[in-house]
T-cell receptor, first 114, second 110 residues
Framework: SAVISQKPSRDICQRGTSLTIQCQVD?????MFWYRQQPGQSLTLIAT?????????ESGFVIDKFPISRPNLTFSTLTVSNMSPEDSSIYLC???????????FGPGTRLTVT | DAKTTQPPSMDCAEGRAANLPCNHS???????VYWYRQIHSQGPQYIIH???NNETNEMASLIITEDRKSSTLILPHATLRDTAVYYC???????????FGKGTRLHILP
């Protein structure tokens, strides 16, 4: 299994600012993903973080709003840019792939934008 | 869009078997059926997966119909700690992204 940590665990931010969320895994992983879970909703995939190349974004999500980095096989960041109250959500990092069927999820970052 | 259909909620008495259905009528021959659950305020947790045959592990059993158009997750002796949202997912491989549907909110009643 993979142990995933996220920083920060929660934050309250002002409208118009940006927040960078870190995801650290205790072992090298093939695939890393970022999800958003709005209050009372299911998880929505934002993007796949590719090591050494640009992230692959899902429909409705763009790099200018959610820039992602993945400098190596154990670390990724997601930035939520120019935040508005609609960005208030839990953001989750997930890892998997490489012949491992389970996909593991981090504890999430609870973001509130005021 | 999610490729599965699940009831929005279910109740089950503590100690009884919880049977959670899932329809995936458009599943392809190379797609697996996965089940995850999300306990309140936690990240989703893998439960089980299967391709054609029924599967069992320490958490649950997965029954897949012969035509593979539906499946049932069975929690044999439900406890209050099994209260969660359960997601049925289909995907081609372990490298494929997971798209979550709305899931089934399972309430275990004492």
């Amino acid at each position: 299994s993979a142990v995933i940590s996220q920083k920060p665990s929660r934050d309250i931010c002002q409208r118009g600012t940006s927040l960078t969320i870190q995801c650290q895994v205790d072992s090298q992983v093939t695939m890393m993903f970022w999800y958003r879970q709005q209050p009372g909703q299911s998880l929505t995939l934002i993007a796949t973080a590719n090591q050494g190349s640009e992230a692959t974004y899902e429909s409705g999500f763009v790099i200018d709003k959610f820039p992602i980095s993945r400098p190596n096989l154990t670390f990724s960041t997601l930035t939520v840019s120019n935040m508005s109250p609609e960005d208030s959500s839990i953001y989750l990092c997930s890892v998997g792939g490489g012949r491992i069927h389970e996909q593991y999820f981090g504890p999430g970052t609870r973001l509130t934008v005021t | 869009d999610a490729k599965t259909t699940q009831p929005p909620s279910m109740d089950c008495a503590e100690g009884r078997a919880a049977n959670l259905p899932c329809n995936h009528s458009t599943i392809s021959g190379n797609e697996y059926v996965y089940w995850y659950r999300q306990i309140h305020s936690q990240g989703p947790q893998y439960i089980i997966h299967g391709l054609k045959n029924n599967e069992t592990n320490e958490m649950a059993s997965l029954i897949i119909t012969e035509d593979r158009k539906s499946s049932t997750l069975i929690l044999p002796h439900a406890t209050l700690r099994d209260t969660a949202v359960y997601y049925c997912i289909v995907r081609v491989s372990e490298d494929d992204k997971i798209i979550f549907g709305k899931g089934t909110r399972l309430h275990i009643l004492p």
